[in-house]
């Protein structure tokens, strides 16, 4: 079983990216997925999560109207797109699968990807 993270990288404050979560050993379908990232000096932080049960999705106040989840089941895959993206925004970020209702807690986590936004 293993989650694994894409897609993180150096962007200017502004810029776009897109993560990727692939799942391997596992359905993705049949849990709920949620991203997580956590700034240096931080604690790990819940920023969005798509549900299994009915695909609805839930962002934190600090992302919403420039993050979007989503899931491709045939991918087995679920992204993140980040749009206008901030110094903030900058830190390590992690994909979970839930088997609950919630993206936590989390049966299976990823190791991370880096995401660093320049001002």
């Known amino acids: 079983v293993q989650l694994v993270e894409s897609g993180g990288g150096l962007v200017q404050a502004g810029g776009s990216l897109t993560l990727s979560c692939v799942a391997s050993?596992?359905?993705?379908?049949?849990?709920?997925i949620g991203w997580f990232r956590q700034a240096p000096g931080k604690e790990r932080e819940e920023i969005s999560c798509?549900?299994?049960?009915?695909?609805?999705?839930a962002y934190a106040d600090s992302v919403k109207g420039r993050f979007a989840i989503s899931r491709d089941n045939a991918k087995n895959t679920v992204y993140l797109q980040m749009n206008s993206l901030k110094p903030e925004d900058t830190a390590v970020y992690y994909c979970?699968?839930?088997?609950?209702?919630?993206?936590?807690?989390?049966?299976?986590w990823g190791k991370g990807t880096l995401v660093t936004v320049s001002s």
């Open positions: 979970g699968a839930s088997r609950w209702v919630g993206c936590v807690p989390s049966d299976y």
């Open positions: 050993g596992f359905t993705l379908d049949n849990y709920a």
């Open positions: 798509i549900r299994s049960t009915d695909n609805s999705t």
